[in-house]
């Protein structure tokens, strides 16, 4: 181990065994109580934000230039005769002379397509999301009404054949929700946790044992050792309640009658369960984590820069409204950004440094890419080491040489 | 001579801290100006000054813990003071403990932030408590301990780790005669064992009693460099003289340096170059007599006193001149 990792490591120990081995790191415990609140919250958001993906589902056709118009027609007529209860949006594309993978439009980001209908339209070829479906019968209509609008006496049936999609099965909208459960989570364990971090150096520069650390050891050690202590002690937090979840879980289903759990159906598989994230389960999961060590070192970082300036407890206590904001203003990018996948603002969220971790995580919910990961940690760590670096030299210039905490650009007058 | 081979920036050198034009400004105020520091290895040295002189921020400036303006500063020849921290025991003016730590646990941590293995630094701690006869507050919390308890433990813990350069800023402040005269002893101890120890004060006893070598700081600058006995050899001895009969004072004054004050019942006077023969043979010649002679010379406190307010002359003098030139303008 490196001198400075070893620094690193004796300041975050000294942090980490500081906190928990206090009284109050029992009521810091139970704070969860309140994330029941914030859940239920949460909840009501992933539904709303599922109900807007659902709508924003499409059925596609491909056809002739000289199409278009009647399908159009068609379809108005159809919705019109159905009630306006037709399965989802109609989007008419004009056939490329090089021909249309119907799969590969039904796999498009973006939208979920229920069904896609391409070649002539007396014997199309549609591919539908799942075998018989609404949308694929809709389809079939659709063609036979166009052909019937244009024919003079009796029109042959139409010959559709149909292809299931077998890839890529889950619905973009339960993943988009579970993208937007990822942020959500990530956003709730740094709201919870992350904050302390403004407050964690007011220790030292109360006992003045800043001098001692600045002396013995480089302040970027200090300031990432502590920023370590904090994320240990978050990281037992997250672990002792899922102990405690597994373990009340466990209990619950020795103690209930099986019948019971049997007549409330509770046998049957639910259908959010058996949904698959873009990158599978167990990467997502991981990753999901790690992107909250990620937002946790991220916002730490900053809230501790910030807070090391602050020269008195009430300095501190005022900083906690603006950063809550900080926070709140990331999960807001990132939600927005998970229920529009792939677009700009997504884009945007998954670069810019503080929102990156909540994006990405919802990202890998939608996305099958991995690689992308490795580069986005890769950039998230890059700004942990800047914030730091900012936050090391504007301590030293400012409050370690006695300058008023705030004013360390002030520019020096010399007499 | 000592180096460090590890760091490519060091060199040989006979000075454990060398310190060139060290300059720092807080805002408008100057609180050090291009002050000049050599500790010989192995040397006990003394930062002395009144309070604000520049002492504190100098120490700072010479362990990297804050920039200086203007000017360097090489410990062990080096440049980078965090590549050889590890050398360094460092108590700083304003003491600083975690009040929750027991006092073992708060010496080893400091000694593992010097790079100590803890349960070495827990063994050493309890070694140096007890030769300190602090052993029965070992496992204390430091909230629990007295003030001056506090302060043996923290200076404890600044040379649990073995360091060759001990930096002590004002380090008797606040300790009673007993842990005083510990502390001196320790220092006393720790140079011995090879280690070169740098303190402030202005306390000019513990000064006068440890230092090999001294600076006196004063309104910012650097006024003195030398040995204890340099420092003192800047004042003229100085006579206390009662005469034997009860002659009128202008009489006797006549006799004696223009600066003679009489006190009591002798008369006070510093002697010149000339020394205090010829004194003796006025006096033997004029039939006075001598009831009571001594001759002595300045202690430390003189000569720092008297360097400070020469010091202090020069600046209320420069401080005339300019309120004279702008009434005149």
């Known amino acids: ?415 | 001579m000592r180096a460090d081979s590890a760091s490519g920036d060091q060199r040989l050198t006979d000075y454990c801290v060398e310190a060139r034009g060290l300059t720092k400004y807080f805002d408008e105020f100057k609180a050090v100006d291009h002050v000049d520091l050599e500790v010989p290895v192995g040397s006990i040295y003394g930062v002395l000054g009144p309070n604000g002189a520049g002492k504190t921020t100098s120490l700072r400036m010479t362990l990297g813990i804050i920039d200086p303006d203007e000017g360097t500063s090489r410990l062990f020849g080096s440049h980078k003071p965090q590549s050889v921290r590890h050398r360094i025991g460092y108590l700083p003016e304003e003491r600083g403990l975690y009040p929750g730590m027991k006092a073992r646990e708060a010496i080893a941590f400091m000694g593992a932030l010097r790079g100590l293995d803890w349960g070495e630094g827990r063994r050493r701690a309890a070694t140096f408590m007890a030769e300190l006869g602090l052993e029965r507050v070992i496992d204390e919390k430091i909230r629990k301990m007295s003030k001056g308890m506090a302060q043996m433990v923290q200076l404890i813990g600044s040379i649990v780790h073995a360091p060759d350069l001990i930096v002590l800023d004002e380090p008797f402040s606040g300790l009673d005669p007993v842990n005083q005269e510990r502390l001196e002893t320790l220092v006393r101890r720790e140079r011995d064992r090879g280690a070169t120890i740098l303190f402030s004060t202005h306390v000019m006893a513990h000064a006068e009693r440890l230092c090999d070598r001294l600076a006196i700081i004063a309104r910012s600058q650097r006024r003195f460099e030398g040995t204890v006995d340099e420092a003192r050899a800047l004042l003229p001895m100085q006579v206390r003289y009662a005469p034997r009969t009860g002659a009128d004072d202008g009489v006797i004054a006549a006799l004696l340096p223009a600066d003679a004050q009489r006190r009591g019942d002798a008369w006070h006077f510093a002697i010149d170059d000339a020394g205090v023969e010829p004194l003796l043979a006025r006096i033997t010649a004029s039939g006075h007599g001598v009831a009571g002679l001594s001759i002595a010379r300045p202690g430390l406190h003189d000569a720092f006193v008297h360097i400070v307010r020469q010091v202090d002359a020069g600046f209320a003098a420069d401080a005339a001149e300019e309120a004279a030139a702008e009434a005149s303008a």
């Open chain 1, 1 to 415: 181990m490196t001198p400075f990792l070893k620094n690193m490591a004796v300041v975050a120990r000294r942090d980490f065994l500081a906190i928990v081995a206090t009284p109050t790191f029992l009521l810091f415990l139970l704070a969860p109580l309140f994330m029941l609140g914030m859940s239920l919250v949460g909840g009501l958001g992933a539904s709303q934000l599922a109900d807007s993906a659902r709508g924003a589902g499409r059925i596609v056709v491909v056809a002739d230039a000289g199409d278009v118009a009647a399908l159009r027609s068609a379809d108005t007529r159809l919705r019109d005769a159905l009630g306006g209860r037709g399965p989802a949006t109609l989007d008419v594309r004009i056939a490329s002379p090089k021909g249309d993978d119907p799969l590969v439009i039904a796999q498009e980001k973006g939208a979920d397509t229920y069904a896609v209908m391409v070649g002539p339209l007396a014997a199309p070829r549609i591919v539908e999301r799942e075998e018989g479906s609404r949308a694929g019968r809709y389809l079939v209509l659709l063609a036979e009404e166009v052909l019937r609008d244009r024919a003079a006496g009796a029109v042959p049936p139409v010959a559709p054949h149909f292809e299931s999609i077998r890839s890529g099965g889950t619905s973009i909208a339960v993943q988009q929700s579970m993208g937007f459960g990822a942020v959500f989570a990530i956003f709730l364990m740094t709201l919870l946790l992350a904050g302390q971090t403004v407050s964690s150096l007011a220790e030292e520069k109360g006992n003045k044992v800043i001098e001692i650390l600045a002396a013995a050891v480089p302040l970027e050690s200090v300031f990432l050792g502590k920023l370590l202590g904090m994320l240990g002690v978050a990281v037992l937090f997250i672990a002792f309640w899922l102990a405690m979840a597994a373990g009340g879980g466990l209990i619950a289903a020795t103690q209930i009658d099986p019948a019971t759990l049997s007549a409330a159906g509770a046998g049957k598989p639910v259908a959010a369960m058996l949904a698959v994230p873009a990158t599978g389960w167990g990467f997502f999961v991981g990753i999901c984590f790690v992107y909250f060590i990620m937002a946790f070192l991220l916002l730490g970082a900053v809230f501790l820069g910030v807070g090391a300036q602050a020269g008195t407890v009430r300095e501190i206590q005022m900083l906690s409204l603006p950063i809550t904001i900080f926070q709140v203003g990331m999960f807001s990018l990132s939600s927005a950004a998970a229920s529009a996948p792939g677009g700009p603002l997504a884009r945007f969220a998954e670069i810019f440094p503080f929102s990156s971790p909540f994006a990405m995580a919802a990202r890998a919910a939608t996305d099958d890419a991995k690689a992308v990961h490795l580069l986005a940690l890769g950039w998230q760590l890059l700004w942990v080491a800047l914030v730091i670096f900012l936050s090391v030299r504007m301590f030293r210039a400012g409050v370690l040489s006695g300058k008023a905490g705030w004013k360390f650009w002030k520019r020096r007058q010399r007499a």
